[in-house]
């Protein structure tokens, strides 16, 4: 039964450190991915801004109806660009901040993982020595059960940490 429950506890334990595994790598690249994308978003509009500036400027040297034609479309094309300005604030606030935030909450899973498996480690290594103990001393229920119950009060206080 004991055995039973480390297997299941071990088959937990790689369970969720495959799931940290698998978090640390997929978001990481949706996090750089994202990022670059914004990046090219915002140097778009950048472009789009030169773009605007230089028909404006154009349209300074040309007859009246023409300049007013490029003044229109300058305007215009101008605030398409406030809407990909918005856009790119909008990635940056609700995608790219959110995954980035997710690598600390993964590094942190990752340590609570290493505990966990140091406490394992520890109380399986206790129980081998109990099982020892077991096997040179059977009749000596003293120290078997005072061993017994400082590994029992070990692993409380390792599981608390």
């Not at 109806?65 to 990909?84: M, P, S, V």
């Not at 340590?111 to 109990?130: F, P, V, Y």
């Not at 099982?131 to 590994?151: A, K, M, Y």
């Amino acid at each position: 039964m004991l055995r039973r429950s480390l297997e299941n506890r071990d088959a937990q334990t790689r369970q969720l450190q495959d799931a940290v595994t698998n978090v640390e790598k997929h978001f990481g690249e949706l996090c750089q991915i994202f990022a670059a994308y914004v990046r090219k978003t915002a140097r778009l509009r950048d472009k789009a801004d030169l773009l605007v500036n230089e028909i404006n400027v154009y349209a300074s040297t040309e007859t009246p109806h023409l300049k007013q034609g490029l003044k229109n479309f300058a305007d215009e094309f101008a605030k398409l660009q406030d809407y990909r300005q918005a856009e790119v604030e909008r990635l940056e606030a609700k995608v790219v901040e959110p995954l980035k935030a997710y690598g600390t909450i993964v590094k942190m899973k990752r340590d609570d993982l290493k505990a966990t498996l140091t406490a394992k480690n520890r109380e399986a290594k206790q129980l081998s020595q109990l099982e020892r103990t077991r096997q040179r001393n059977p009749s000596d229920r003293h120290i078997i059960v005072s061993f017994e119950f400082w590994s029992k009060c070990f692993v409380r206080y390792a599981v608390q940490k």
